[in-house]
């Protein structure tokens, strides 16, 4: 057959081959998020700035300044497709029409990502965004996926053409095999949270595709907002630790820094209900922050877990559900830190019946090339982009587990006095 | 980008999908022998007859009569192409300028395969082409991957399309793995024998190019002509056993008999030279026929051991070069019965430097789908096409072993007595 001959000069138009080719190619929670922040605290100032926890990646050694440049100022030129417009504000979201409001929608719609700040120190990228909350936030997934797919083009432009695809057939080998191992896990529920880590945004897709056709219906969503639409699926998300951060950053006084992780959530319950009142305990200390849990949200439909011992956060939630009178089984717990396809089933099996189990598989589902070329030059690591400072104020988050532990050190002190942490277990970060 | 309307539209113009379409998609020893009978032998009337080894595999069932009946037809449609007749006009083979003769080429510019005899019996397909031995001679190769590749495509009919790409790159990986054990081998030769048993066209035809990329000039080429000429790499083969078979059921006594083979040679002997000139000692018992050999026999090039332990027919022929004054080191030995990558491995070690060694990699090259699937319902079996009779007399094969026999009973005996062949070794045949 002849070359499509139009497509082939087509393709050699682009100056770049971009990353992110559309803003909703974000986590559907970043926008959930971002409408809330809308409407309650429009005027926060916050920086978001990228951290690199696996210091052993030198990410200025390994990607081109140029190229990243390129690629951020590209995703700067995106604003929000008709087509993407006509499905938030169509679609149905977690059983609900209308998710997104009309002053929100009309702003999203108008909206571009504002500038950001690039500097190259000791080997790694300075990078950070300053601006208006619910405008920066919507940076941070797209900025680590495109310093993620850029330090994998790195690594594959050494690669010949055989050796590229054996690669893939590799990686696509190791997720069907994982998906084999899942499918047997009657009423599995399990949702792809691997956008912001992912090997890159063709493989996520391709990932999902194999979870829809491999896992039917134990596949019950992605995050990523682009990726639901383009297959026809639900976007899955509710709120991250960015809220009781930053609202804590901004809280004057001890007293209210202790309200504070509550104040989102009663900000949250009145924007949303079902399977989007998930609560996330941990920024602060999982124990402490359900004990002094006011009753109402008790009542609310789950908890995600995403730090700490995983078996253990689901215990300690149990117990909290039953000392407040309700009943565990009606209740949703939501894993999603550092998952793959052994923790799931162990999770599963020990959980069965006793709770409603879901899982946010991420990095390990979207980027496992662990072993997959010479030293092991494409495995994830731990990379992340968080919100460092609110209207000039630090951002601390403690977590259960002090190796995901971030912020200045007197405001830590401080932070685990007003919350009452102490002595907490050591865990491993891998992705 | 736009679908490309007019590519679309012509696959669907195609009745069927062909799986052989071109008439040089053979092996190059066919084209070969085939001048060469067309020469010596232009009017033995021969008879092809197909033979499933492996009974457990009920073809018939398998495979549709209707669709077996297009793809056979489809093939009596092909004749040679401008560019194949130039291509074999115009090459070097072997270092050798038009190794096709002028009138050799002219009759195969106007050939087409004639015409075939299909019935169904006890779960198989009796299929049978009788004729002029030059012309049903062509028809071997392609009868047995049109009959590999629908019984594969019946499997693959029932499979999902991420499970497909999984099975492929489960495919891929494992030769590619076969690929990075032979790399380390330093002086490896290697060659492509895989066309007959091949997965499917396609297949074969990505096995050969990651063969090109892995091993670089350890794979010396393909035995499939047409492959050679896509990929402009060395067509490799010399002769076969329905040489000395067809030869053989010709000869008019038990004398004439026992100088059958030696004849087949001496007619070989006129025509080529250099690496073509290889010996197939095993078609009545390898040690028999080099111990009568004629010493102009021990001045060729070398020796193919395609039955039998293979160590043992090597460690034969050394002793038989010996014996008749030649030094092996100058002698090539050819491997090319049912290997694999861990046999290859211990063939090379054993005789590096003892003499030249090459390997013809035949169906676990182009089809080692075993353990891929649920039932291993894509695992190669032992599927031939042979000449069963000559001028109405039938051929025997005795081979180094008896499970590769064929014929008569009271011929193999006479046979076995003409030639003297003893008590042998059972070896089971794998494919």
Known sequence: MPVDIATRVWNHKWRIDPIVRSLI?????KLLMCQSVFHNKPDTQVTFSLINRTKSIRLADLI??????????????????????????GNTFYGKRQMFT???MQWFENFRLPDYHLEKRDGQYELTFEGKWHEVMLWEIPALAVLMEL??????????????????A?????????I????????????????????SYLWQDWCVQAMIEGLDRAFIGTSNCHIAMKRDIEAIGTNAHELPMVYSALAQSDEE?????????????KEHEGNLRIILPDTYGTVGFLERAPDWLAG???IRIDSGDPATGAETAINWWKSRGEDPREKLVIFSDGLDVDKIIELYAQFLGRVKVSFGWGTLLTNDFRGLTEGDALAPFSLVCKAVSANGSPTVKLSDNPKKAMGPADEIARYKRVFGVGKQTVMEVVV
Do not use: C
Request: aromatic share 12%; glycine share 6%; proline share 2%.
């Open 300 to 302: 609310w439909t789950g």
């Open 25 to 29: 190619d974000n986590d559907f929670y």
């Open 102 to 104: 009309s002053d929100f």
């Open 170 to 178: 590799r990686a696509m080998t190791k997720l069907w095999e994982k």
């Open 180 to 199: 084999e191992r899942l499918r047997p896990l009657e009423g599995l529920r399990l949702a792809d949270f691997g956008t912001r880590r992912r090997h």
């Open 151 to 168: 330090r994998g083009r790195a690594v594959l432009n050494d690669m010949r053409k055989f050796e590229l695809q054996v690669l893939y």
């Open 257 to 269: 820094l202790a309200q504070a992780p509550y104040q989102v959530l009663a900000d949250w319950h």
């Open 64 to 89: 081109d300044e140029g190229e990243l440049r390129e690629q951020l100022d590209h995703i700067r030129s995106l604003s929000l497709a008709r087509g993407e417009s006509t499905f938030l504000r």
